[in-house]
């Protein structure tokens, strides 16, 4: 992270400076039009567009850590593990039994399984096609797990 930053830093500062070394020799110039300005604004336009790099991979690694943060908070909340070891805390809050992070996982699977299924034209049961056609439909999750049986 603090590599990202000081990338972004760097290339804020370059950027800046471009900028102000294009007003000055526009101004030494007398506002012509010179091969120094046009040097100063072309070395301007690389530095705008190595900033904005900058801020796009900025934008990419803070965008990583939310999915991050966000799935692990997901797991915490469905495994009922909350930092403090308050175990089965945030299934007390939600009237829901804490799964296993490998249940989670399975299920997770199933459903990308499915919407793949429904993308390419295959999900015939969802689609109003009997459910037999398609047994991945008619019993997307292992019923081994009593929380997959039907209430």
């Not at 999900?123 to 049986?149: I, K, L, M, V, W």
Request: proline share 3%.
């Amino acid at each position: 992270m603090d590599n990202i930053v000081d990338s972004l830093t760097s290339a804020y500062q370059e950027f800046v400076a471009a900028a102000a070394n294009v007003l000055e020799i526009k101004e030494l110039s007398g506002g012509q039009k010179t091969v120094a300005t046009d040097m100063a604004l072309e070395n301007f336009k690389q530095k705008w567009e190595l900033f904005r790099v900058a801020c796009d991979q900025a934008e990419e690694f803070v965008e990583s850590l939310k999915q991050r943060i966000g799935s692990e908070s997901l797991i915490d909340e469905a495994t009922g593990a909350l930092a403090g070891g308050k175990s089965g805390h945030a299934a007390a809050n939600t009237g829901l039994a804490p799964i296993s992070a490998l249940r989670l996982e399975q299920m997770s699977k199933a459903v990308r399984w499915l919407v793949i299924e429904l993308q390419q034209g295959s999900g015939a049961a969802a689609a109003g096609g009997s459910a037999q056609n398609n047994p991945s439909t008619a019993a997307p999750f292992d019923a081994r797990f009593s929380e997959d049986a039907a209430p």
